[in-house]
């Protein structure tokens, strides 16, 4: 990885899962900060930076999201549909985390610009690998990574 830190938002209503991801990073030796939101409207908030959310020294702009599906207020797919449609963070890679491996999820986070899929529980290699993707001269780009 580049000396560049990266700011992780996780997006996660379910306390054991939030648990399972830092404990993930940890041994995948990830050590950015984590900022954790737990339904689709704070989520919204903290990257508009609003209501809570408006003190960008507390909480600063992610480089990188990690996005469940299943979601109070919003679903993961209504807030990353909500990602791609503002052009101050449209361009911030997500990584979508689910239970589910059905195709038709995989295809439609596709469909609306997740930069990847990840069936939780998450391998340490899988985050290692979709962090490292952050710093290739293509993700820096903007430019779409496989799945």
Not at 22 to 38: D, E, G
Not at 108 to 123: D, F, H, M, T
């Amino acid at each position: 990885m580049s000396p560049q830190s990266h700011i992780i938002l996780l997006v996660e209503d379910c306390a054991d899962d939030v648990f399972f991801m830092r404990y993930a990073l940890k041994k995948a030796a990830i050590t950015h900060p984590v900022h954790v939101v737990i339904d689709g409207e704070q989520t919204v908030d903290y990257l508009s930076g609003t209501g809570k959310y408006s003190d960008r020294d507390a909480f600063p702009l992610p480089t990188v999201v990690f996005l469940d599906l299943k979601l109070p207020l919003l679903s993961g797919f209504e807030v990353l549909a909500w990602i791609r449609s503002q052009p101050t963070v449209s361009h911030l890679p997500v990584f979508i985390l689910s239970g589910s491996s059905e195709d038709r999820d995989r295809e439609k986070a596709r469909e609306l610009g997740a930069k990847s899929y990840i069936v939780k529980p998450p391998r340490e290699a899988t985050l290692v690998q979709a962090m490292e993707s952050l710093d290739s001269p293509l993700a820096l780009a903007g430019a779409p990574a496989e799945s």
